[in-house]
């Protein structure tokens, strides 16, 4: 009985953030051992007890079988489809495979997907779901500080396509996500960094207070301290629920889910010049983005100088590189320009009136840009 009382005092119940939308509303939790305890939290959701796990072999390896255990303890009937690890797989071929083996498997209109995984899984896995029989119901167990925060809330789901990043896809929302603080235990260091960024992000574009903590916290939260981890994560979940709330299918021009894309400009035509290779993960590629886009709203007057030599040294003391590294001016513009479509010259960002006051300009001169470039290492 000593140890059932140490375990009842040692359980702290999960955060909880509720995402309120139109058309379906579901909660998001947070904490230590949701994998091993999903077989509770899912059970109640589920139309029926059967789920088709969807997953990458790293995380199979890692936390599979503590999720299917949890499954099998209360009941619930579970297959699953491994697919390689890495964005290649948000292919229509891995898309196509997945969801012939649904069919195959029989699944109806009431069997459940489980995705297991980071980013990849959650998008690939979101869209099999939406469209195999019209839509399946889905639940995300999203095991990377990236996909906690960020693309595991709002519904978006897809594949690339030869043309580009996520063109094809839907919106589906889950029936329940539950981000293990656990599993982001066995996540390489650097995968950790780059989710910070997007948590950092979350700050600079509508919450100063919450920027100044992650300043504070920096180090802790990227050596995986768990109840800063926790708090960072449900904060930034908060963000991006509230944002996605207001501008569910981002068709507010400006200042709705758009200001998401603080520091993304930037981020993609770096990766781009990269080449997508794997050198620059997406989450270090925003890191630097978002030094860039303060010092280019210091650049056009609208924040203090002072801000960007801030938020670098922040980005620097949490492991990410601050600077460009020696890519070419020219050759990011030209991806800039093609990302956008310049009207009258002039470029659309996500600028801010000082740390936590993002918005959208549509009067971003390329000489500012070219500048920051020039002034910030490339
Ligand atoms: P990812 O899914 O590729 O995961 C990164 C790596 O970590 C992979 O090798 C994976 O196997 C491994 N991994 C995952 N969890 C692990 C764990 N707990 N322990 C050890 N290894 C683990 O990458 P990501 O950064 O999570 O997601 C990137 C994807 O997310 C991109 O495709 C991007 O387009 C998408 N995204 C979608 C949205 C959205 O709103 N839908 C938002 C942002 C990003
Ligand atoms: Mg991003």
Redesign the pocket.
Known sequence: TDNVIAAINAYTPPRRVHVQLSERSYDVLIGPDLIKRAGAHIAPVLPQPRCVIIT?S??AA??LPTLQAALTEVGIKHATLTVA???ES?SFETWQRLVTSLLEQKVDRHTTIIAL???????LAGFTAAATLRGLPFIQI???L??QV??SV?G???INTPQG??LAGAFHQPLLVLADTG??K???VR?LR??YAEIVKAGMIADAPFYEWCEANAEGIVGGDDALLSQAIEHAVRFKARVVGDDERETKPNNGRALLNLGHTFAHALEAECHFDGTL???EAVATGLVLATDLSARMGLCPQEDTGRVAAHIARAGLNPRIAGLNAEALLAHMKQDKKMREGKLTFILMRGIGQAFTSNQVEEDAVRNTLLANGA
């Open positions: 990458d790293n995380v890692l936390h690890p890495g964005e948000k995984g980071g980013g990849v899984v959650g998008d999203p095991t990377t990236l996909s960020d693309s709002g978006k789901t897809g990043k996520n599993a982001l066995t996540l390489p995968e780059a989710g993960l997406h989450g």
